[in-house]
């Protein structure tokens, strides 16, 4: 088992990662997963110098993903900031250490790229006390909370 960049042959591991996390979101009682869109996104982001995509793998198969975009910060363009997209690891392998590699990636990566700071979502579901833990524990404070209402 291991982490690395994701690759285009990886992509129908990513999409079934992919809906799995979203499908355990709060985002699928708004939305429906869209296939093409993710696979689309997927792809381009491949190619983007701003937005990486890891891939945690059993042998060959995707059992995990995460994914992260560099940007200015809007009221110091000048400061880039790493944010977290996502990050999901398939059930089965969450007690292997393979989630905090997938972590770790992610931060590595914005610090290759001169984030200044990396901003780490958690959803607002039954894990949301877990992940203000893991989070406090590798150093991050809260400085944000998204609200949601469909239009």
Known sequence: MQVRRAR????????????????????QSTSAFDHAGFEAFFINALESEDIVFFVAVDGETVIGICAALVYPLYFAPTERIAQELFWWLDEAYRDSGLGGQLFSSIEAWAKEKNARQLFMIALEDENINLMKRIYHKK?????????AKEL
């Not at 285009?8 to 985002?27: H, I, Q, R, Y």
């Not at 150093?139 to 609200?147: A, D, K």
């Open 139 to 147: 150093g991050f404070t809260p400085i944000e909370r998204t609200f």
């Open 8 to 27: 285009e042959s990886d992509v129908e591991g990513v999409l079934k990662n992919a809906e799995s996390f979203f499908n355990a979101s709060p985002m």
